[in-house]
């Protein structure tokens, strides 16, 4: 795993991400009740559930792009509703779940929308945002698609394309909805390996959704896993994500099998679990 290059480092330290007593709702249904963690510098979070669970939902909150229905998330002991959109650019970036292209646009255009918190004056990019823009797009293995127009582009290609944005806004928080989502086997890896490096380097913290509980176990340092009853288990990864605990919040009996070397989580075939 190579070092990290100079463009991925922030400007700015990465801010401690702090969620009190957080309450969702969806309609009636109490999505989460009084969550309570801490995300800091170094830290690769991993959320995992089954759908519907309210996910995206926290996600969206954790962006300041949502408030709450009970609680607190403060970022550097600032509530987020405090924070001016602009400053918070700055310090967090957010990839949505669903990537929608509403124009037709060059490949580096599309990336070099991620500079935008960082312009000033009439809003043009210099040298140093050509710069880390290319090196955005390089590092998802997005050379040769420069020119390219992004609504030619495979979905897979697009969300490569929307990720290579999110990196180049050099904001220390990373909250990724589903970033691997629709990606194949060695671009899920690339993608993830390549975090992993940024939150080692100690200046980025990123919390992540995904649906693999092999690739959750074997990247994150933490994780949340999110259940339909409203519980929600965070901690270590590897204290989370047991058989046990992914069986009773995934309602999908969960079992680990070993080589000897590596062990992985599978769907246990023998018997199904309807409670």
């Given at each position: 795993m190579t070092a990290v290059s100079d463009w991925m480092l922030p400007r700015a330290a990465c801010p401690r991400l702090v969620l009190h007593d957080i309450r969702l709702r969806a309609g009636e249904r109490v999505l989460v009740d009084g969550l309570g963690l801490a995300i800091g510098a170094g830290e690769l979070w991993v959320v995992v559930g089954p759908n519907g669970v309210g996910k995206s939902t926290l996600m969206g909150v954790l962006a300041g792009l949502r408030a709450p229905e009970g609680g607190e998330v403060r970022l550097d002991d600032v509530p987020l509703a405090r924070i001016?959109?602009?400053?918070?650019?700055?310090?967090?970036?957010?990839?949505?779940?669903?990537?929608h292209d509403t124009f037709s646009m060059s490949v580096t255009d599309a990336v070099r929308?991620?500079?935008?918190?960082?312009?000033?004056?009439?809003?043009?990019?210099?040298?140093?945002?050509?710069t880390i823009v290319a090196d955005a797009m390089a590092a998802l293995d997005l050379d040769g698609f420069a020119r390219r127009d992004v609504m030619t582009l495979s979905g897979g290609e697009r969300q490569?394309?929307?990720?290579?944005?999110?990196?180049?806004?050099?904001?220390?928080?990373?909250?990724?909805?589903?970033?691997?989502?629709?990606?194949?086997?060695?671009?899920?890896?690339?993608?993830?390996?390549?975090?992993?490096?940024?939150?080692?380097?100690?200046?980025?913290?990123?919390?992540?959704i995904v649906h693999d509980l092999n690739l959750a176990r074997r990247y994150a340092t933490h994780a949340l896993l999110m259940a339909e009853d409203g519980h929600a288990l965070h901690g270590p990864a590897g204290d989370v994500l047991t058989p046990e605990r992914c069986s009773r919040a995934l309602r999908t009996p969960i079992i680990s099998v070993s080589d000897g070397t590596h062990w992985a989580l599978i769907p246990d075939g023998t018997r199904h679990d309807d409670n």
């Open positions: 001016a959109p602009p400053a918070l650019a700055l310090r967090r970036a957010y990839l949505p779940q669903a990537i929308v991620g500079r935008h918190p960082h312009l000033a004056g009439w809003g043009w990019s210099g040298r140093e945002d050509d490569r394309v929307a990720l290579a944005a999110t990196l180049a806004q050099q904001a220390p928080l990373l909250l990724l909805d589903e970033p691997v989502a629709h990606l194949d086997l060695r671009h899920q890896i690339l993608v993830l390996d390549l975090l992993t490096r940024l939150v080692r380097a100690g200046r980025h913290a990123a919390v992540v």
